[in-house]
Antibody, heavy 118, light 107 residues
Framework: VQLVESGGDLVQPGGSLRLSCAAS????????MNWVRQAPGKGLEWVSY????????YYADSVKGRFTISRDKAKSSLFLQMNSLRAGDTAIYYC????????????WGQGTLVTVSS | DIQMTQSPSTLSASVGDRVTITCRAS??????LAWYQQKPGKAPKLLIY???SLENGVPSRFSGSGSGTEFTLTISSLQPDDFSTYYC?????????FGGGTKVEIK
């Protein structure tokens, strides 16, 4: 199992960024997925969830209305479209696989750094 | 949202010590709790799920217990590789929430 995030960058406040997570080593279309972030020196914060079919989606209040999660089964990829970025969104963003058996987040990517600063 | 409170936030211990970390939920989450270990610069690693089930490949010195609102992670004999930060996480709700973390330091 491998999850590889990309797309992190330095962006100005108010800007946009699209993160990607390429999945391999398992049947991507059989698992729900999540984004979790970690601000520098801080704890973990769950960001968003998408179901296997993509029809059930949840967001943390802190990003609702600004971020959009999506997935592409054919490309075995997970995405996070981030708009209206704020300084408080600065963090390492991890994609994480939902075990699917009510057993937590069993695989994580290495993360991609998003820095929001002027 | 369900709030998760971990204690202590920092713990100083020696190799061979028995270590216990506590996690409290703001409402009952049954046994829908996971524990993760995170080393500096690395992604979190799942240790325990369903409050007390050990993830494959995790050493048996790690154990979890509890249900409802109070949970514990215990390391029976602390090893050098265990000096890390530990997080609890509830998945009773799809709005997942993590505890603030417990850093286990060398005494």
């Amino acid at each position: 199992v491998q999850l590889v995030e990309s797309g992190g960058d330095l962006v100005q406040p108010g800007g946009s960024l699209r993160l990607s997570c390429a999945a391999s080593g398992f049947t991507f279309g059989s698992y729900s997925m999540n984004w979790v972030r970690q601000a520098p020196g801080k704890g973990l914060e769950w960001v968003s969830y998408i179901s296997i079919s993509g029809t059930t989606i949840y967001y943390a209040d802190s990003v609702k209305g600004r971020f959009t999660i999506s997935r592409d089964k054919a490309k075995s990829s997970l995405f996070l479209q981030m708009n209206s970025l704020r300084a408080g969104d600065t963090a390492i963003y991890y994609c994480a696989r939902d075990s699917g058996t009510y057993s937590g987040l069993d695989y994580w990517g290495q993360g991609t750094l998003v820095t929001v600063s002027s | 949202d369900i709030q998760m409170t971990q204690s202590p936030s920092t713990l100083s211990a020696s190799v061979g010590d028995r270590v216990t970390i506590t996690c409290r939920a703001s409402q009952s989450i049954s046994s829908w709790l996971a524990w993760y270990q995170q080393k500096p610069g690395k992604a979190p690693k799942l240790l325990i799920y369903k409050a007390s089930s050990l993830e494959n490949g995790v050493p048996s010195r790690f154990s979890g217990s509890g249900s409802g609102t109070e949970f514990t992670l215990t390391i029976s004999s602390l090893q050098p590789d265990d000096f890390s930060t530990y997080y609890c996480q509830q998945y009773h709700s799809y709005l997942l929430t993590f505890g603030g973390g417990t850093k286990v330091e060398i005494k």
